[in-house]
């Protein structure tokens, strides 16, 4: 799995304005297989932990196929994806993308195989 480069430049945007907090958002496809991406809020109330709300979550999952789920980390000593992290998404059956903001990094898991690749 290799990201496009308008997906990472939409995290990176993303990601940019507002932080310190961590950002979130989705990457989909519309009924019509289009590809976008979505921002969504971050409701956690500290900057080291991301929550989208499930009720936006599931507008989102019953309008577009969720190709992945991403956030951010602003803290360059948190550079893989943590435990809660990889167990939401073996439960949604979603894969994930990882920005880490100081050090420009994209990584992407698998929740099928489990595998991190840099994307």
Not at 13 to 20: E, F, G, L, R, S
Not at 63 to 89: L, Q
Not at 104 to 111: C, E, G, S
Request: contains cysteine; negative net charge.
């Amino acid at each position: 799995m290799k990201l496009l480069q308008t997906t990472k430049n939409f995290i990176r945007n993303h990601a940019d304005k507002i932080y310190p907090k961590e950002c979130c958002g989705f990457v989909v496809r519309d009924k019509l297989g289009n590809l976008d991406h979505i921002e969504a809020k971050n409701i956690s109330d500290n900057n080291i932990e991301f929550c989208i709300d499930p009720y936006y979550f599931l507008v989102i999952q019953n309008n577009y196929n969720i190709d992945y789920i991403y956030h951010s980390h602003a803290d360059k000593n948190y550079i893989d994806f943590s435990e809660p992290d990889m167990i939401c998404a073996k439960n949604l059956m979603k894969n994930l993308i990882l920005y880490i903001v100081e050090l420009n990094i994209f990584k992407i898991y698998n929740y099928e195989t489990g595998e991190v690749t840099h994307g």
